[in-house]
């Protein structure tokens, strides 16, 4: 009996190591947030026109937003979102709001509902959101101008807050965020 147990065990620690290497062995992405390149990608715009691409950007601080129609907190925060835009968008800001949505259409409508004029970007099939490791919506990454993340903010923002303005402001005038504001704004 002992011995069966025995042989028992030793085909679970075989399994379970066999079952590790496997696991250990695929191609995990490396994380991407704060002190990463921002991956690269270029979507359609709801506006039409070219597709837009990220290093078209460079020398901007892009702010990315991943958001959905039906998400709330992702509605919640679009005025918020649009008063940024509005301030910022003449002193080397941009904001690309990618839409999750599988259908243009509902976006569309979102858009001239709450008369929205920044930039909305399409991702039916999330690969972009998927290469940015996004998972939940309202999703935020902000990127400095040599396309390097320098926040990852997860859920809906009052993006117009004077902490958030701040740190923008700070980006475009190069200057690299403090410690302190790492973890706040």
Same mark, same amino acid.
Do not use: H
């Given at each position: !009996?002992?011995?069966? /147990? =025995?042989?028992?065990?030793? +085909?679970? @620690?075989?399994?379970?190591?066999? +079952?590790?290497?496997?696991?250990?062995?695929?191609?995990? %992405?490396? %994380?991407? =947030?704060?002190?990463?390149?921002?991956?690269? $990608?270029?979507?359609?715009?709801?506006? +039409?026109?070219?597709? @837009?691409?990220?290093?078209?950007?460079? +020398?901007? &601080?892009?702010?990315?937003?991943?958001?959905?129609?039906?998400?709330?907190?992702? #509605?919640?925060? !679009? %005025?918020? !979102?649009?008063?940024?835009?509005?301030?910022?968008?003449?002193?080397? $800001? #941009?904001? /690309?709001?990618?839409? *999750?949505?599988?259908?243009?259409? %509902?976006?569309?409508?979102?858009?001239?509902? /709450?008369?929205? &004029?920044?930039?909305?970007? /399409?991702?039916?099939?999330?690969? &972009?959101? #998927?290469?940015?490791?996004? $998972?939940? $919506?309202?999703?935020?990454?902000?990127?400095?101008?040599? =396309? @390097?993340?320098? #926040?990852?903010?997860?859920?809906?923002?009052?993006?117009?807050?004077?902490?958030?303005?701040?740190?923008?402001?700070?980006?475009?005038?190069?200057? *690299?965020?403090?410690?302190?504001?790492?973890? =706040?704004?």
């Amino acid at each position: !009996m002992a011995d069966r /147990l =025995g042989f028992v065990w030793v +085909g679970l @620690v075989l399994v379970a190591a066999a +079952g590790f290497a496997l696991l250990a062995s695929q191609d995990t %992405p490396d %994380p991407v =947030g704060r002190g990463t390149r921002a991956p690269a $990608f270029a979507l359609e715009s709801l506006a +039409g026109g070219p597709p @837009v691409e990220l290093a078209d950007l460079r +020398g901007k &601080v892009v702010l990315i937003n991943f958001w959905a129609t039906w998400c709330e907190p992702c #509605e919640a925060e !679009m %005025p918020a !979102m649009q008063r940024l835009y509005r301030e910022l968008r003449d002193e080397g $800001f #941009e904001l /690309l709001a990618v839409s *999750v949505d599988g259908d243009a259409e %509902p976006v569309r409508a979102f858009q001239r509902r /709450l008369a929205l &004029v920044f930039p909305i970007l /399409l991702d039916p099939g999330q690969q &972009v959101a #998927e290469a940015y490791q996004t $998972f939940r $919506f309202p999703e935020s990454l902000l990127v400095d101008q040599q =396309g @390097v993340i320098v #926040e990852r903010y997860i859920g809906g923002k009052e993006w117009d807050a004077s902490a958030y303005l701040e740190r923008i402001r700070r980006l475009l005038r190069g200057a *690299v965020p403090s410690a302190a504001t790492q973890g =706040g704004a």
